[in-house]
């Protein structure tokens, strides 16, 4: 069992920048491959990072790329995502999900959610 809570999210001004956490319990959190995903009002789930349990592979959605980064601590249970040049349409809830040891895109793939938190970008 993985518990997830994330923290950070609040509002910004378009070219922003916002650092979000995701504290995970649970002794075995370095075997598992993180993400976050958003979803935005009237849009599907989308995953915009994700790391491997080692945080050797990561992945980004091309609307994110080079924006965002994602990273991990094993040591503390996190998993984090800076978000820099925020865009109004980066305007959403995200939430960080949790799998055994290999990142997937897929959010039917993660069985560990945590509760999301509230990002709005502003123009």
């Known amino acids: 069992q993985v518990q997830l809570v994330e923290s950070g999210g609040g509002l910004v001004q378009a070219g922003g920048s916002l650092r979000l956490s995701c504290a995970a319990s649970g002794r075995t959190f370095s075997s598992y491959a993180m993400a976050w995903f958003r979803q935005a009002p009237g849009k599907e789930r989308e995953c915009v990072a994700a790391?491997?349990?080692?945080?050797?592979?990561?992945y980004y959605a091309d609307s994110v790329m080079g924006r965002f980064t994602i990273t991990r601590g094993n040591v503390k249970n996190a998993v984090y995502l800076q978000m820099n040049a925020l865009k109004p349409e980066d305007t959403a809830v995200y939430s960080c999900?949790?799998?055994?040891?290999?990142?997937?895109?897929?959010?039917?793939?993660?069985?560990?959610w945590g509760q999301g938190t509230q990002v709005t970008v502003s123009s």
């Open positions: 999900a949790a799998r055994w040891l290999i990142a997937a895109t897929s959010p039917v793939e993660y069985a560990y």
């Open positions: 790391i491997n349990w080692s945080g050797g592979t990561t």
